[in-house]
């Protein structure tokens, strides 16, 4: 018998009834992470029925999807600030914790923050942890050797009663990335270019591990960066080995064990890796000495090219064909040519610390191009607080960017931050869908330096160039 | 919710592949704190012009289209945001099932638990289905069998469990709830807490 995987270790410490022909696993769910936005219909469920949130201590609540990102000192300030919409989404949210118990990291909290920036700061996130979000970027999670997953609201009502899911078994695929990482790569080069190698359905049915030498030598925030994106290639999850770097990471944070509880946990966190002898559905190797930096051309994440390369052609393709036309891009139109109107740094996928000192380091000096509208959004307020003390507010002000408070602002068009229709925004978020960051918005997905440089020039821009 | 059994419909046909659930549910309509009314938001982007006004040549907005309750779609449909308001939207417009050459995960589950059948078919009877828009196609949920017009009629993939639930319009957390002992147990006796 083989041995086992990092995934196979924590779905099985979490079953409390395995799954048959009949009827799927019942799977125990360790953290819940909650906001405003997929929450509402689970919790009146809970009211219609007479239901109790079954762990309130399991469940971390904040706000961030359609919060505005200009500072708000009390609910009242959203009567100005927000749509009425929104400002009832949000009201509703800080109703339903009070009603049923669960702390809040709202407004006027420090904690508060993107749902999938604050559960690892925190130290809510832990390794061996199952935890689910209604939101898909749950997969950021499975940096730390979580299983971490996205769900519907529906399913949110199953855990807010019941603390579990219904769950058949994924399969798994491993990734491993070996080779040595050519400077000014980044991790979110690495997502993108693995997304265009397998697919945006590449990893559907499956959860993924990445491995291989360079993802233990990267940071936990550029293992997040490359979780985060997991569910862009259409994977259940992805994951990632626990080891020394998590164990660094985690020390000291607030809801970390602590004390005599420290040294136990990390025995255990260490035994989580796979076992060498185990086996996965489907194994996929990637050597990273040649990437470059990428940039998305179309409308959605697989679609991408070198920031070196042109707009490839769409061999008769129609869907292709509407990409390119809704992007007002060519094909053999070199990447680098193009105008660029708006820059946004920020999203669960690149709005950490190192995310904006990366930026910062390409802006400093630089002024953005007249033509340029560059956000900078922290993931977090603790990150906020973080950055300014290191003055990196001062270099993205100084530069011509605006430097707003934290929340997922321009990733997706319902906070207020949108693109114009027409605009072309290079993002380091993670969609490049068709209207995502507004109606009639284009989205050029890639890392924060390619954000930083193409800010600079107006058009997009290779950062290897400007460092 | 409704029970299930048995859909018979002509098709709307959509055959762009990838078809992500920011299409299906555009970001700005999640403010709704409900599950209803959102069959007006389902394709906004590419159903209405800038003033709102329905553009006719899109296939939602055909006469007949309001009473279809199969669209078939292309390759990879529902992938991206987990946002359950897109198959809400779906559901409320009127559709009973999807029909397509795969799907994203999490869309498939939440469509199973609104009443909306994710039906998985092999690439032939797709395309024979993207060149017949409007065909009449029958879905019968307890065998899992899709018929066509032209004769051919084929299983699909559905899970047990989800396809009992829809047959008999069971919620499926009542069947967590009768968990509840197990559950409790689990808790007590496993090594660690989180």
Redesign the interface.
């Known amino acids: 018998m083989s041995g086992k995987s990092l995934f196979e270790k924590v779905w099985e410490d979490h079953l409390v009834s395995a799954e048959t022909p009949a009827n799927p696993a019942v799977l125990y769910i360790d953290l819940h992470l909650t906001h405003e936005v997929t929450t509402p219909q689970a919790f009146t469920l809970l009211r219609e029925q007479g239901m109790p949130v079954r762990r309130p201590d399991l469940t971390l609540a904040t706000l961030d999807h359609s919060t505005p990102t200009v500072p708000v000192t009390g609910l009242k300030d959203l009567d100005v600030l927000s749509e009425p919409a929104q400002a009832a989404q949000i009201r509703q949210m800080v109703q339903n914790c009070e009603d049923f118990g669960i702390e809040l990291h709202g407004f006027g909290s420090d904690q508060r923050g993107i749902v999938h920036v604050i559960g690892p700061e925190i130290g809510a996130t832990q390794p061996g942890k199952t935890i689910v979000c209604g939101d898909s970027h749950s997969s950021t999670h499975g940096a730390f050797g979580a299983l971490a997953f996205g769900i519907g609201s529906t399913e949110v009502g199953h855990v807010l009663a019941t603390q579990c899911l219904l769950q058949r078994k994924p399969k798994s695929m491993a990734i491993n990335f070996n080779g040595q990482l050519p400077a000014g790569v980044t991790a979110k080069d690495i997502i993108l270019a693995t997304i265009g190698e397998i697919g945006v359905d590449g990893g559907t049915g499956h959860v993924i591990e990445y491995r291989g030498n360079v993802i233990s030598g990267l940071s936990m925030e550029e293992r997040m960066t490359i979780c985060n994106m997991t569910i862009e290639a259409g994977a259940r999850a992805g994951m990632m080995a626990p080891d020394d770097t998590t164990v660094e990471f985690l020390a000291g944070r607030p809801q970390a064990p602590g004390g005599a509880d420290w040294e136990p946990a990390v025995e255990r966190w260490l035994s989580l890796p796979s076992d060498d002898d185990a086996t996965f559905d489907r194994e996929i190797d990637i050597d990273v000495a040649n990437l470059v930096p990428m940039v998305t051309f179309g409308t959605n994440p697989g679609m991408v090219v070198p920031i070196t390369a042109s707009v490839p052609d769409s061999n008769g393709d129609l869907s292709f064909r509407k990409a390119l036309d809704y992007m007002g891009l060519e094909p053999g139109q070199s990447m680098q040519q193009t105008s660029v109107d708006v820059v946004f740094v920020g999203s669960c996928t690149n709005s950490r610390l190192p995310d904006l000192r990366a930026a910062a380091r390409v802006l400093k000096g630089n002024k953005i191009a007249d033509s340029v509208r560059m956000l900078v959004v922290p993931g977090s307020e603790i990150i906020k607080q973080q950055a300014e003390a290191e003055g990196l507010h001062e270099i993205f002000l100084a530069a011509g960017a605006e430097w707003r408070e934290a929340g997922c602002s321009m990733c997706l068009g319902m906070n207020g931050d949108n693109l114009l229709p027409g605009q072309l925004c290079v993002s380091t978020s993670n969609r490049n869908f068709e209207g995502r960051q507004g109606i009639g918005g284009r989205t050029v997905l890639a890392s924060p330096e390619t954000a930083a440089a193409s800010a600079i020039n107006g058009r997009i821009t290779d950062p290897r160039t400007l460092l | 919710m409704e029970k299930l059994t048995h859909i018979h419909s002509t098709t709307i046909v959509l055959?762009?592949?990838?078809i992500?659930t920011?299409?299906i549910m555009?970001?700005?309509f999640?403010?709704?704190?409900?599950?209803e009314g959102l069959s007006e938001a389902i394709f906004a982007?590419w159903r209405y012009d800038?003033d709102g006004q329905p553009l006719p040549d899109f296939a939602l907005n055909q006469p007949g289209a309001a009473d279809c309750q199969v669209l078939v779609a292309?390759?990879?449909f529902g992938?991206?945001?987990?946002?359950?308001h897109a198959?809400w939207g779906l559901v409320d417009f009127g559709f009973r099932a999807v029909i397509s050459t795969?799907?994203?995960?999490?869309f498939s589950?939440?469509s199973l638990?609104?009443g909306l059948v994710p039906v998985v078919i092999n690439e032939d009877t797709h395309n024979w289905l993207l060149e017949h828009p409007g065909a009449m196609v029958d879905i019968d949920v307890a065998a899992a069998t899709l018929s066509l017009p032209n004769g051919v009629s084929l299983n699909f993939p559905l899970?047990?469990?989800a396809q009992?639930c829809l047959l008999e319009g069971l919620d499926?957390?009542g069947?967590?709830?009768s968990?509840?002992s197990?559950?409790s147990h689990?808790?007590q006796v496993?090594p660690?807490k989180?």
């Open positions: 055959p762009q592949t990838d992500d920011d299409q555009p970001g700005r999640l403010t709704s704190t409900t599950r982007d800038v292309g390759n990879n992938c991206g945001s987990s946002r359950e198959p795969r799907f994203a995960d999490i589950n939440n638990k609104n899970d047990g469990f009992h499926q957390l069947y967590l709830q968990k509840e197990e559950i689990f808790e496993r660690w989180p």
